[in-house]
């Protein structure tokens, strides 16, 4: 079994370019299962521009962050099926997993704009793996398959002006409420960003 790392970022040596990350806070519980948040980053992005919306959360209350990289630009599934990324990021669990005893009640899909379509997607169709899923200004769901019944986060702001709200995070959360999941939804007066009091409060619902 690979050791664990020490605290800070560590790329996971799965591809020699755009390679994902992995962050471990100080003081990580090795006598218990820990919490896991995958952050899915927008398009263009990488995980180095995400990760400090997650990080000060995940030193404060001790969970591990994994923050993928798309193959390409954006993520495979926003461009049209599935395919490099869904097999990056079981390989990105997988050697994670090897390294650290994950709590299976707190495994959440997150992302931000495309990110946050890509979480929604593959969470829902993964609910068997994602206890949670988190978007942050989410444009849309490619749902194939629902499997498990994932707690949902969905935040979007008012003059968001990329994604517009009647679009997309209210309609994706009217979707998902109609299907029965449970969809916590919040709107918050900003444009197309990551909101941090909102990530505070996706994080309490996340470790509630």
């Known amino acids: 079994m690979p050791e664990p790392f020490s605290s800070g970022r560590h790329s996971l040596g799965l591809s020699e370019t755009r390679d994902a990350v992995l962050?471990?806070?100080?003081?990580?519980?090795t006598d218990k299962p820990v919490p896991l948040f995958v952050m899915f980053h927008g398009a263009g992005g990488f995980p180095e521009k995400v990760l400090p919306f997650i990080e000060p959360h995940a030193d404060r209350h001790k969970f591990l962050v994994l923050a993928p990289h798309s193959t390409f630009p954006t993520w495979d599934i926003v461009i049209g099926g599935s395919g490099p990324d869904l097999e990056r990021l079981q390989a990105a669990l997988r050697s994670?997993?090897?390294?650290y005893r994950i709590d299976a009640q707190r495994v959440a899909f997150a992302g931000f704009s495309d990110g946050a379509s890509y979480a929604l997607s593959i969470g829902v169709t993964n609910g068997d793996i994602a206890s949670h899923v988190i978007a942050f200004s989410g444009g849309f769901m490619s749902i194939f398959?629902?499997?498990g019944l994932p707690k949902v986060f969905?935040?979007?702001?008012?003059?968001?002006?990329?994604?517009?709200?009647?679009?997309?995070?209210?309609?994706n959360a009217n979707k998902l409420k109609a299907a029965g999941y449970d969809v916590q939804y919040v709107e918050f007066d900003g444009l197309h960003i990551i909101e941090p009091?909102?990530?505070?409060?996706?994080?309490d619902f996340f470790l509630a």
């Open 197 to 203: 009091g909102v990530v505070a409060r996706a994080i």
């Open 154 to 171: 969905i935040a979007h702001g008012l003059i968001d002006e990329q994604l517009p709200i009647a679009t997309s995070g209210r309609q």
């Open 23 to 29: 962050y471990v806070p100080a003081d990580l519980p």
């Open 96 to 99: 994670v997993a090897a390294r």
């Open 145 to 147: 398959v629902q499997e």
